[in-house]
């Protein structure tokens, strides 16, 4: 009597125990070192040096990329000093209009002083 072949595990090849390092993106290739920034590992393909330190290729483009902010909040940012200068000229012209307006409407005899003899009955 024969025990059933699926109890018995078949024998794994030595490849699948011990695997050696493979490159993230080339199945195929052997890993030569591993980026400093994301971790994996990397074929000599697929990694850059820069600035003495290994990186793979999509961390290596984000490293290097200028850094661009987006261009509506750019235009926004540089809208906010023109609209807070012209309110600050609008209020200052307001004021000034408020003050002429205030000064116009005193009667000119307030400068001659007897408005006041007028309000204390002399
Ligand atoms: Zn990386
Ligand atoms: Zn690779």
Not at 44 to 66: D, G, K, M, Q, S
Request: proline fraction near 11%.
């Amino acid at each position: 009597m024969n025990p059933p072949a699926a109890i018995i595990p078949p024998p794994v090849p030595a490849r699948a125990v011990a695997p050696r390092r493979r490159c993230v993106r080339h199945e195929e290739r052997e890993a030569v070192a591993r980026c400093v920034d994301c971790g994996g590992g990397f074929c000599r393909e697929c990694i850059t040096e820069h600035e003495n330190r290994l990186y793979c290729a999509p961390c290596f483009a984000r490293r290097t990329a200028p850094a661009t902010p987006k261009p509506a909040r750019r235009s926004w940012s540089g809208l906010r000093p023109l609209l807070l200068g012209a309110g600050s000229v609008f209020c200052l012209v307001l004021g000034f209009y408020l003050l002429g307006r205030v000064l116009a409407s005193i009667p000119s005899d307030f400068h001659d002083g007897t408005i006041w003899r007028e309000a204390v009955g002399r």
